[in-house]
């Protein structure tokens, strides 16, 4: 009976939310569009804050922005292009803050829906990086970089047109599709997680004399936010370092030769 009541939201509540404005269009605007809205404007203004500080000595915001494009710089870009990705770094920073505020506010209340749990920003952010390291590899490698691929240097010549679909197909179609699911999976798995162990606390706790079964679930809670905060973090660095590793693979001159060992690197924690 501690469970009779327990009523879990439909799904359509967990990820959709009512528009306020232009209602029922594909212009709606509702609490998803404005933390899409606030993930860009708050690193923008972070950035702007820290370039507008003079001194030699980095001190308050302009040491933490230092921190961040530091962080980007020696985890992400040098280990994945090198030296050579200097002219990238902009972007890594601006994909792995923006991803990791959007991420962030699953645990701020009034919120508590990370932007990412939505396919609409990984799916255009995803499709971004597909422009971007398509146009490198072109730049760096002219119209070979598209032969490359289709045809594979250094593989047998009787596995040649085998590989050469397989190479094509994962860099230019299922590429862009991995890259946008590995981000909102998790962050749609984490966001049902916490409202799942939310709802079971709410019930738990009107259950008069058996509240105390809550205690533990609430514990739970409060560790699962924990937790979720360090996959906000580690989803916004996993996209970052792998659109660094097809970049570089592209500069490089192949499409898929490093990046297949990475696309299967620790892509979630759920």
Known sequence: ?????????????????????????????????????????????????????????????????????????????????????????????????????????????????????????????????????????????GMKYFAHIAWPPGVPIALKPLVGIIEVLSTFFIRPFSHAVRLFANMLAGHILLVTFSVLCISLWTAGPLFVVNIPTFFMLVGLTGFEIGVAFLQAFVFAILTGVYIGGSMQGHGDEDPMHHDHAPAAAH
């Open 1 to 141: 009976m501690i469970f009779g009541a327990l009523e879990f939201p439909p799904i359509d509540d967990i990820v959709k939310w009512p528009d306020w404005f232009l209602k029922d269009s594909a212009f709606g605007f509702n609490k998803v569009a404005l933390i899409y809205v606030l993930a860009l404007v708050i690193p923008a203004v972070f950035f702007a804050l820290a370039g507008r500080q003079k001194g030699y000595v980095p001190r308050g915001v302009r040491n933490a922005a230092e921190v961040v494009i530091g962080f980007v710089e020696k985890q992400i870009m040098l280990p994945t292009m090198g030296s050579e990705g200097a002219p990238f770094l902009p972007l890594l920073v601006t994909l792995f803050s923006f991803i990791f505020v959007a991420n962030i506010f699953e645990v701020i209340p009034a919120f508590q829906m990370p932007g990412n749990a939505r396919m609409a920003a990984p799916l255009v952010l995803a499709l971004t990086v597909w422009v971007v390291f398509i146009v490198v590899g072109v730049k760096h490698n």
